[in-house]
């Protein structure tokens, strides 16, 4: 008890110099009696409740609970998670090197290795079922917790069993977990004789620095225009964006700013040094998951007429956060402001100022901003793009097809390492006698799929039951009807099943850098890019507002 006094006590202190110096007398009294009311409810509790409890997850869960209220991103970070919340930052961590997930089914499955990383070495592939690790099940475990118990000091050994669809019993790996850096930058190379591509993951520690020096890469072998990929990139570090910005734009530039509740969150950031470029023309290519500091270089580029923006609406991620060091190595994550960009948009989308109630989508009213050539621009919550490209959503059979590991088992058991001798990147197609191929394994491992109409059919089926309906008969035909549709989906997406297949192959054999070299030929972002590259008045049309 005397242990838990002192944590609640430690707690106020270190609540009172972070927020209280700020609120009148009247909400420090509010806080300080809010606080004695739970420390006596937490010591009463402990007291009599008829379990023992045990006070560290108690508190645990109260302190995640509080903040959820809030919004999804101030957040408590255990000490356990500390090291996770580093590497987010740095790009580093200790650890496997092997990207997991959970599939449809909450199985625990490694959806990408990193190139030479320890997962890679000790021959774990992309598909296996992660089912053991150091011997204790991690069977519908989240991935977060497993990530908790993969992750830890580099040269320290484990072992991880998992279950491979080629193989009946569970394969146990040992691993050598390592210090894993992760490239924000993954692949950059020239898409044509003069347009350069650079693909950026994440604004981890020093992306800025290796963007410049692709550039130049890139402009040394010819490259007079580029295109900046942020597809899916879900932010990072703020410095970095603006860094990134400041190689296309002049000294002295504003970027984007902060506004909170008090001046302490009030900041604004310029570039500091000399552009690299401020004539390439620029392509820069979003869509639903690019958040946080990739929308502040494509809304910032946008703001100041320096590129094209091609895609989907961004995220709407513009909450800032800080970090706050807490008693015990814990950490907290606080959000305490917004980010502005140049135009005087805020590029955050949902508002969850009306805590403990509905979250607001602040785009149901958009106001008006313009940016640097008087170009009117929306504060619709993310980026709206000045060319909007709709991707294409998966049909019922790709989509199990994808999240089965279905298509990625196929590519384990054709393909290895080896096959780099005579699969290259620039040449490999999916051609009709590999699409056949798949089309016999997977036929099999479609007993549980049910297209769309089928559910809709079977559920009309259990209703016509239950209500002791006579319409058996029509039910049945479109049952037969549905059936011979559902065959006929590979064929409807073959192309696409091609295309994927291509990906997993490219994946398996030459990781990340190798997926986005080859897909860059049938990318549709990449082609539309390349147009507006090509033209130069329809490229500078946009960039000054005219209407075409």
Known sequence: MKRLKRICLLALLFISPLFLTSYDDNKNFAIAKNLDVFYALFQELNAHYVDELDPTLLMQHTINKMLESLDPYTRYIPEADVERARFAISGEYGGIGALMQNNSDSLLVIAELYENSPAHKAGLLPGDVIVTVDGNSVRNKPVEEVQELVQGAPETALKIGVQRHSCANVITFTVVRQKIHVASMPYSGLVDDSTGYIKLSSFSQGCANDIKKALQTLQSQGATSLILDLRNNPGGLLVEAVQIVNLFVPQNTKIVYTKGKNTLSEASFFTREQALDT?????????????????????????????????????????????????????????????????????????????????????????????????????????????????????????????????????????????????????????????????????????????????????????????????????EALKRSAQTSQLQEFATNRTLIKTLLETAVMQRLYFERGKIQHSIAGDNYVQEAQKYIADKNLYTSVLQGQKR
């Open 279 to 475: 004539h390439i023309p620029i392509v820069v290519l979003v869509n639903k998951n690019s958040a946080s500091a990739s929308e502040i270089v494509a809304g910032a580029l946008q703001d100041l007429d320096r590129a094209v923006i091609l895609g989907e609406q961004t995220f709407g991620k513009g909450l800032v956060q800080t970090r706050v060091d807490l008693p015990y190595n814990n950490m907290l994550r606080v959000t305490n402001s917004k980010y502005y960009i140049p135009s005087g948009r805020c590029i955050q989308k949902k508002d969850y100022s009306n805590h403990f109630g509905e979250v607001i989508q602040t785009d149901t009213v958009q106001h008006t901003f313009y940016t640097q050539n008087k170009r009117a621009v929306k504060d619709a919550g993310g980026i709206i793009p000045d060319k909007i490209i709709v991707e294409d959503s998966l049909s019922g059979l790709v989509h199990y097809l994808v999240h089965q590991n279905i298509l990625q088992n196929f590519v384990n058991q054709q393909y290895s390492f080896s096959d780099t001798s005579h699969i290259h990147i620039a040449t490999f197609s999916c051609n009709d006698s590999v699409f056949q191929a798949f089309q016999t394994y997977a036929t099999p491992l479609l007993a549980q799929y049910k297209s769309a109409t089928m559910q809709l059919i079977e559920e009309l089926q259990a209703t016509n039951s239950s209500e002791k309906l006579l319409a058996n008969t029509d039910i």
